[in-house]
Nanobody
Framework: QARLMESGGDSVQAGGSLRLSCVTSGINNLRCMGWLRQSPGKALEGVAVIHLNGSKTYAESVKGRAVIYRDQDNAEDTLYLQMSGLRPEDTATYYC???????????????????WGEGTQVTISS
């Protein structure tokens, strides 16, 4: 069964750091993976996307504060999002998403992905 499972969401104070993880199972040949987020009453927003070739792109709102990376070296295929300098406006449900397509980095803006996790909540207090 195809599944993406996020973890690492937490409540932290502004200025803090978090690392979100997303473990994939039952899916092979994922060429595009990313993190997207949604706050109540707001549209889904792409945070960061990574291509299988290592190319990455970030939302302007998180540039310099976020790093996306993927670990395929062990038995699990895991996507990470390391965030620092967290701000109250980073508060959202963060979703891991993935696709087989090689057309990847533009999905930061479109949010079109085939596979989605259930989300992990990040809450930043001022």
């Amino acid at each position: 069964q195809a599944r993406l499972m996020e973890s690492g969401g937490d409540s932290v104070q502004a200025g803090g750091s978090l690392r979100l993880s997303c473990v994939t199972s039952g899916i092979n040949n994922l060429r595009c993976m990313g993190w997207l987020r949604q706050s109540p009453g707001k549209a889904l927003e792409g945070v960061a996307v990574i291509h299988l070739n290592g190319s990455k792109t970030y939302a302007e709102s998180v540039k310099g504060r976020a790093v996306i990376y993927r670990d395929q070296d062990n038995a699990e295929d895991t996507l990470y999002l390391q965030m620092s300098g967290l701000r109250p406006e980073d508060t959202a449900t963060y979703y891991c998403a993935a696709d087989h397509s090689l057309i990847c980095l533009g999905r930061l803006r479109t949010g079109v992905m085939t596979y989605w996790g259930e989300g992990t909540q990040v809450t930043i207090s001022s």
